[in-house]
Nanobody, 122 residues
């Protein structure tokens, strides 16, 4: 049973934009945390942005002001709009859902998509 499916990755130049989409099945969409985490080669997976069930959104300092996370509840879809992309944003991006407390850490997420690659060239 497929629960989380991402799309929208690709290759862009510095300063470009991409929008990632993530369709989440209903029972995972209602978890406390829904978010986007990313993993660059040789680095640990890190949180980029997330929504909490209480309505709060949070962003890593490295993406604040450039990325926007939002939901379309009618479509059970989570989005990540990424603007002013930098080479350091290059990573595999994962959509995830789970019942963690602070929603920043990979261990807090139970359901994962397959990942979508984002590559930013200088």
């Amino acid at each position: 049973q497929v629960q989380v499916v991402e799309s929208g990755g690709g290759s862009v130049q510095t300063g470009g934009s991409l929008r990632l989409s993530c369709v989440v099945s209903q029972h995972t969409y209602s978890t406390y945390c829904t978010g986007w985490l990313r993993q660059a080669p040789g680095k640990e997976r890190e949180g980029a942005a997330h929504n909490r069930a209480d309505g709060r959104t949070s962003y890593a300092d490295s993406v604040k002001g450039r990325f926007t996370i939002y939901k379309d509840n009618a479509k059970n879809t989570l989005y990540l709009q990424m603007n002013s992309l930098k080479p350091e944003d290059t990573a595999m991006y994962y959509c995830a859902a789970g019942d963690g407390l602070v929603c920043w850490y990979a261990e807090e997420y139970n359901y994962w998509g397959q990942g979508t690659q984002v590559t930013v060239s200088s």
